[in-house]
Structures are given as structure tokens and as C-alpha cells.
């Protein structure tokens, strides 16, 4: 597999399956794993820090899940590769900005992503689709024993797993989800869960992970405390606070198809409509319209598209997707137009079913 | 024929055809004209005013373009029934609001209306569909000749016909062309065409005649002066106007395609997917949608729309014919619901073409 191969494969994260696809785009699992008696990814000189790359790419290329993975380095990618794999969520914004010798090893359909010395040595992701957090952490623990196999890792009795910085130490694990709630948006109830989600020391951020905003009413919400709790423990706790958000999202569905039909139906098939008919067409206004159509779609309003076409659109319609389905660079402005003939295409082509 | 029919026919004006249809909707020529030794509308008393109508009316019966004519008296309409006869443009502001005795005569298709006892006894008015005023004209004074063989009219050789208000004095000719502007709007160009069809005293109204705005780019074009000019020369003149008005917004349709044919097509193609699948749309956004999607379809741009249907569109989805096709009185709610009904029922009984 090449790199250029992934823009025309839909990652299994955005397949619009598993449980709760209405709600749950997808569950994300990740741990922070460093090698043992060599320099933190910070303190590392260059020629460290090449070797230990070398070590990791090794060892990972070792293990049975990722047999048949695409190794890449940051350094050797373009600037439009890297943001293309930030979109889709396999590296982190540091990992594609910061200098020094990189990696990343995506499995088949993408699956398992494992960075190679981003903040920590290790920074083993899985992605699913749906609200799917148990298989995603059965994935990413079966990944660590593999690793642990094969690599001596930075562990400590009484810590737990050590990293970079001291937020991530203990259990190494980061476990988000990422929700869509329109319907908590428009009822103006998201402030209080978010609120809530605050008090319970979980974070909530955008589609593109920190700093970004909620754009199209996509959250991800994960846990902020990784030490002096099981893995387990903190799977159940997240688990459990987003089946209660999932609730009151379908509530305030029920309760907005109930009061005022044909607003909703307004707001939602004029999405379609725009989408359908643009012709010049930001990402900005695009995840804002599609947000809505999805909504469409998952209440059964508009039933002639498929979520995984929905899904895949929010991906392939962002800057480095457009430019590399194209195969060359596009101005902003030439990237709104390509972007809006993507759209067309797309739901014309569902449209006619 | 019955007021209750109408609103399942498409009037003769409305039907997208005759010369230039892509620019102008239509073209109206009116004749005020009064009976002699008979007080005009204002200064007759109840009874006089009565005994006037039933003389119009029996006249205007007796004329072979009127023999089929439906005839109706305002103070037995409803409130709907009035709005509707102003929104198909067959009676005026005035003649709606106005008390008294006033009556309407309408022929087949509505190619002539006849109001009586409006401000003048007699306002004689023909719509032609496209740029076709000679018709429109033609067809105006052979009714006028044939109500002059029934009524004596107030006639003065040195001063021509006489009319209530002066400003009709002379031939009692009006001759209008109303036209779609868009691209003369979106270049700002349309403040200088305004300005210099002033210095030619030339008048310019809205959709809805007098007082009314432009909405959806749409303008009617009349002459001001009536007197000291013959039927003739006042008609070519505007119709030379007109004619360079035209050639102006093609330069300008010309222009805008090979600019930006991007934001052009965006523009149309998003009023046009608005319009299919709204669930709640008052008549000012729609009148402003219609507008581009019209242009759309006299560019060639949307093909599978018919002109007819779009003309037919304007009207239809006017509060009082809103109210006469579901047949009961409806709250300005319950009219955007209903307007975005019919509009997505037409539209996607057309596109499916």
C-alpha cells in the first residue's frame, strides 16, 4: 500500500457501522509508550533520536497487526501529505509540524495507527467506527502486549507507564469518542453537558482534535485523567457519561420533530439542496451543511444517501484530500469549486438511487 | 367561467412566450377613457355610481371580445378574492381597496380586463406575454373603438380624452413593459439605467405596480407623459427604450458568464436547490430565488425547468393564491409551509423530466 492509495479508500472509522452510528461517528483509543533507558523524544539528539526510529520501525514492523502496514517519515512527506493524514486523524498537528526523524505505520484500512516518535516513543491509536470503545481498547491493549514483546518499555511499579509529559503517565491511555449533536446545539443544551463533562474531568474538543473548534456540531470527548485508575475503570467511566449524552441527543431529536416538523425538515433538506446545487462551496460552510444532512439521514428524513457517503465526504472534501485527488496543488479558491463539484457528483450520484 | 377557475390557468401574460421571453414577461397597454355627461367615479353619489356600472357592464357585455368575459363587482368579492385579482395584475391597489360600485371584466385568459368605475369609468387593459406592445395596443384600441360605438366618451378636440386625474388627459394611454434585470443588478449597473429612463420620463415600478418595490429584479417600464403625443409615437419611443434595455442586460448576462461562470452557476444552482427543498419560505425569498433560477433557465443554464412554469411560480405562490388553491384562509405561517409544498411538488415534478 502507498499513500497516495488511502485517498480513495474510506478509513473503517468513517464506514458509519458499528453501534450507534446516528450519534457516534467513531471511538478512539490511544497509549503513550516510551522506550526504556533511552532519551525522551525532547531530550534526544538527532543522532539518537535516528536510531531509536530505527528501533521502532523495527520492532513495529515485527508484530503480527502490522505485517502489512505503511511506514512512513514525516520529514520525506510534503506538506500536503501531512495535512492529508491529519485529516484523517492517523497523525497528531505536533507530529506533522514538529522537525527531527518522525514515523507513523498505518495497518490496513487504518485501523491501527502508531506514531513514532511524536511526544512520547510510541503513540499506538485505534480507530472504530461507532460507539465501540471496548473493541477499541481490546485492539490497542493486544498492540501494547505485542510491542511489550519486543521493545523494553518505560514502566514504573508504583507510576505505571512513564511519558513525556506527566498528564499522560500511569495507564498511557487517551480514550475518546466523537459525537454528533445537532439537536443538543439547537436546543441550546450543549453548554450544561458540557459543564457537566468539566466537572466529571473529561475533555471536549473538536473534529480535528485540540484547539479546533466544534465545527458541525462534532464533539470528541475523552478523559483528561490517565493515573490511579484501571484501564478498564476509565473505559466504563467515559463509556457510561456518553451513552447518557447519546440519550438526551435522541430526546432533544424526538422532542424537535415533535414541536416544529417542518423547521427541522427546512433546516435539513435546504442543506441538501445547497450542497447539491453549489458550485463554489469553503469547508467551513460544508461541515456546517453537512452536519445537517447527516442529521437528515440518521433521523430517517433523507433516505437517499448512505451514511458512509456522508462520512466520507466531511473527509474528502478538506484541503489536502481535495489537492490530492486532484494530484496537484489548489489556491483556496480553486479548491472551493473542486470541492463543491466533489459534493455534486457524490449526491447526484446517491440522489439518483 | 368562474373567479373560483382562474387559478388553475396560467394567464396569457404568464406564458413565457412571445418576443424576447428570456427579458421580458410581458407587455400591458391601458386606456382610460369616461363617459360623457356623466360625473366622474369620485364625484358621483351611490345611486349615480350604481346606475354608471350596470351601463359599463351592459356596454362591455355587448362588444364581441368581451362575450364570453367573466364579470364580477368588487363589493361581493372576499378579501382573497381581491388579493388574488391584484396578484394576477386584472385590477388595481386602488380598485381593491376603493367602496362603491366598481366592477371587473375579464376575458378568456385574461388577455383583457376591463375595470369599471375605478378611478376613471372605464380602464381598459391588455396583457400580452414578451415584448409585444404593438399587439398589446393593437388589440387595446379595437376594444376601444367597439365601446365607442356603445358610449359616448368624454372627448375634448382640443385636449384629447378626458380623465379624472390630468395626468392621463389626452390618449388615457399607459404602456408598460416589465422586464427582468438580474445581471444589471449584480454589475450595479441598473441606478444608471433608472436615472436615464427618468430624464426620458419614463416611469419604473415594481412586480406589483405602483408603490411596490423591485422585487426579484423584475421592473415595469411605463411612459408618464400622455398628452401631446400620439399612441404611436408614445409606444415606440418605449419601445425603443426597452429595446436598448434589453440589449444592456444581455451585455451584461454576456459579461458576468465569461467573468465568473463559477459564481454565476453557484448563484443560480443554489437558488434553484433552495427552492426544491424548502419546507418553509416566505414570498420575498422566494420572489428573490425565483428570480435567479429564471435567469438560469433563459441562459440555458437550468434545462429542465420550463419557462412557463417558473412565470407561473411568481404567482401562484402569492398569499391570496396560495389561499384559493388549498381553499380556505391560511395564517402567513401556514402560507410558507403551503408555498414550499407546491413549489417542491412543481419543481421536482419538472426536474424529474
Redesign the interface.
Known sequence: MKLDDLVHEVSEWLKGSGPDPDIVISSRVRLARNIQSSPFVHWANRRKGKSILSKLEEAVGAIPHMKSALFLRIDELTETDKQFLLERHLISHEHAQGGGFRGVAISDREVISIMLNEEDHLRIQVLQSGFNLSEAWRLASSVDRELEQRLELAYSPSWGYLTACPTNTGTGLRASVMVHLPCLMMTKQIGKVLQALNKLSLAARGLFGEGTEAAGNFFQFSNQVTLGQSEEDIIDNLERVIRQIIDHEKEARKVLLGQNK??L??QI??S??????????NSQETINLMSLVRLGVDMGIVSNIDRKVVNELFILTQPAHLQKLEGKDLTPQERD?KR?ELIRGKLNHEGRK
Open positions: 417542518e423547521k425538515f427546512d433538506w435546504r441538501y439542496g445547497t450542497l447539491r446545487n453549489s458550485y463554489i462551496i469549486v463543491a
